[in-house]
């Protein structure tokens, strides 16, 4: 893999562990409810719920080999 290749996937690592660390204690904040959640982001549920998933797919990707 080229250093460009390297520095993708650490990023996208760590804007992966970032967002699942925010998006976790904004749900443990409000008890699980994602429209406060989202509120309290300052986004709108549907794009909160998106992000979620995308924090899953990324850390699903970035498990494999």
């Known amino acids: 893999a080229s250093l460009l290749d390297s520095y993708r996937r650490e990023r996208t690592r760590a804007l992966a562990s970032f967002d699942a660390a925010y998006f976790s204690s904004l749900l443990d904040r409000t008890g699980g409810n994602l429209s406060e959640a989202a509120r309290i ?25």
């Open 41 to 65: 982001a300052g986004i709108d549920r549907k794009t909160f719920s998106m992000r979620i998933k995308g924090v899953k797919k990324s850390h699903a990707i970035l498990k494999e080999p």
